[in-house]
């Protein structure tokens, strides 16, 4: 079954935990990304790796941190110096020389 | 700081109609513009993409795009209760990776 996959569905996090959001993918896309969503708002990005070993922060890295040693993973941590982590996670994919942007189904991250 | 501005609705349109979600961005060199649908809960899912100036068409959907003015819409044409989601627009900045998204049109197709 080819796709994004996010785990879990839902995650709760206490205060001055880590916790690690896993965003596998089978399709072979090159760049990979990681968005916030809160309610009533756009996506903003966090994080994007357009290959192995290489990414790039966004425009909210800040308390976030992550991970591109594998193609198909491109595992997200928030960490305890995220004081407002509450919120939908989305990871997505490109293909390169493709334009398209494909999302996993998504981790609402919540506070203990 | 490049924007993508919509109108957040709620948009109501009755069953049947022609329902037309609009957006603006500001970065004028932008080359890449797209559509997505997102029910409550779930994720962004794709649904148009348009690249040149003028109309493209794909089933009940089409896509406009206005580069001189900015300007890109999305027209859903025979509007079912089934299309009622968040409609987000998003936009590939020029020279890199990264799409800027809008906050997205709420619609609601009323049966």
């Known amino acids: 079954d080819g796709g994004i996959t996010q785990s879990p569905k839902y995650l709760f996090r206490k205060e001055g935990q880590n916790v690690t959001l896993s965003c596998e993918q089978n399709l072979n896309h090159d760049a990979m990304y990681w968005y916030r969503q809160d309610p009533g708002q756009g996506l903003r990005l966090i994080y994007y790796?357009?290959?192995?070993?290489?990414?790039q922060k966004g425009d909210i890295a800040e308390g976030y941190s992550v991970s591109r040693e594998k193609k198909e993973s491109f595992p997200l941590t928030v960490t305890s110096a995220q004081k407002n982590p509450t919120a939908f996670y989305l990871c997505a994919t490109q293909d390169r020389g493709h334009e398209k942007l494909f999302f996993g189904s998504g981790t609402q991250l919540s506070v203990l | 700081q490049k924007e993508v501005e919509q109108n957040s609705g709620p948009l109501s349109v009755p069953e049947g109609a022609i329902a037309s979600l609009n957006c603006t961005y500001s970065d004028r060199v932008s080359q890449s513009f797209f559509w997505y649908r997102q029910y409550s809960g779930k994720s962004p899912e794709l649904i148009m993409s348009?690249?040149?100036?003028g109309d493209k068409e794909d089933g009940r959907f089409t896509a406009q795009l206005n580069k001189a003015s900015q300007y890109v819409s999305l027209l859903i044409r025979d509007s079912q209760p089934s299309d009622s989601a968040t409609y987000l627009c998003a936009v590939k900045a020029s020279g890199t990776y990264k799409y800027i998204f809008g906050t997205g049109t709420r619609l609601k197709v009323l049966a």
């Open positions: 348009i690249y040149s100036n």
């Open positions: 790796s357009q290959i192995v070993n290489d990414f």
